[in-house]
């Protein structure tokens, strides 16, 4: 798909770009008109190549108009065109009128796209020269069309815009085909030429960011270590995500050989916490540390004084009865 790419000429300047490339410009949107920006999203007025002859005489005219065709009620915006969708046996009514007479060419000094949704990288051609990307047109909108990514492309995605040459610009706006045939359809191929693609910041991927920077490559601009970084932690959560579809797949595989997979959720010896235990150990105050014990104090004695002291506590043995069972009186004065 292309849905961010970049055109930050004046319309001088792109004037000079279309006449290098024998393509006629007689009449020309004002700069104030479109937006100039290394980061042209959907929404935004650019300028458009399209065919405005009558039958008095043969223009062409480079018009503003905006990315993106709201062919819905519910506001959904369409960035891009399947050529699949274009083929003549296709009975769709959504593109039957415009493909007779309403196709465009969008110009762009290169696009970006995103490797696996993550990574953002800058496509130009490698001659320097300006895409003319083919495209459909109305009202005061546009979409671009896309079609199979060629072999340099297709490591970063599997779809690309239609880059078309000076040549076939001409045949695809040729004023005199009112209708669609297989001859158009044919020009709607993968680029044959050689392009240029490195990944750049991901600065990009913020709609309304815009810098001249967005198109260097990490190594050459000035920040290029701070981005390489960033780049690096994107790298590590791409890696991350698909370590962890890997162990999706594993998981699956062995359910399907009827292995079975240990879930700690379910495992019933440690069963999730009750609500009501939850509370309760919120509410319950902080453990405090046990009571430091204190050795008690012993005092040591020795034996000899022990014996004394027992020998002291012993008590006077009571006088002897006699016979009859009574006490000497002499006993009490002893």
């Not at 993106?68 to 915006?77: A, C, D, M």
């Not at 005061?140 to 779809?159: E, K, V």
Request: net charge positive; with cysteine.
């Amino acid at each position: 798909m292309c849905g961010r790419y970049v055109l930050a000429l004046r319309s001088a300047q792109l004037c000079q770009h279309f006449q290098s490339a024998g393509l006629p410009v007689d009449d020309a949107c004002a700069d104030d008109a479109v937006r100039q920006s290394y980061n042209v999203a959907p929404g935004y007025l650019e300028p458009v190549y399209v065919n405005t002859s009558t039958p008095e005489a043969v223009r062409w005219a480079l018009t503003a108009k905006k990315f993106g065709l709201q062919l819905f009620r519910n506001g959904k915006k369409i960035v891009n065109t399947r050529t699949e969708s274009l083929e003549p046996h296709q009975a769709s009514g959504l593109w039957d009128k415009l493909k007779h007479q309403q196709r465009c060419v969008i110009p762009a000094e290169g696009f970006y796209e995103w490797k696996d949704h993550k990574l953002p990288h800058y496509v130009k051609r490698v001659d320097g020269q300006l895409m003319f990307l083919a495209g459909l047109w109305d009202k005061d909108q546009f979409s671009i069309i896309t079609t199979a990514a060629n072999d340099q492309m297709a490591f970063l995605h599997h779809r690309m815009p239609v880059i078309l040459e000076p040549d076939d610009v001409k045949a695809w706006l040729d004023p005199s085909r009112t209708r669609w045939s297989g001859d158009l359809q044919k020009l709607l191929r993968p680029f044959e030429g050689s392009l240029s693609i490195y990944p750049v910041s991901r600065e990009v991927g913020k709609v309304g960011n815009d810098s001249p920077s967005f198109v260097e490559p990490i190594g050459e601009r000035k920040d290029g270590i701070k981005s390489f970084f960033g780049m690096q932690n994107v790298k590590k959560e791409v890696k991350k995500e698909d370590e962890q579809k890997e162990q999706v797949k594993e998981e699956e595989k062995l359910g399907e050989k009827g292995v079975g997979v240990k879930e700690e959720e379910n495992d019933i010896s440690h069963p999730p916490p009750t609500p009501e235990y939850k509370k309760r150990k919120a509410s319950s105050p902080l453990p405090t540390s046990p009571p430091v014990k204190t050795a008690k104090t012993t005092t040591t004695r020795s034996a000899t004084t022990n014996r004394s002291q027992r020998t002291s506590q012993k008590k006077t043995p009571a006088p002897k009865k006699t016979a009859g069972g009574n006490r000497k009186i002499t006993s009490f004065f002893k």
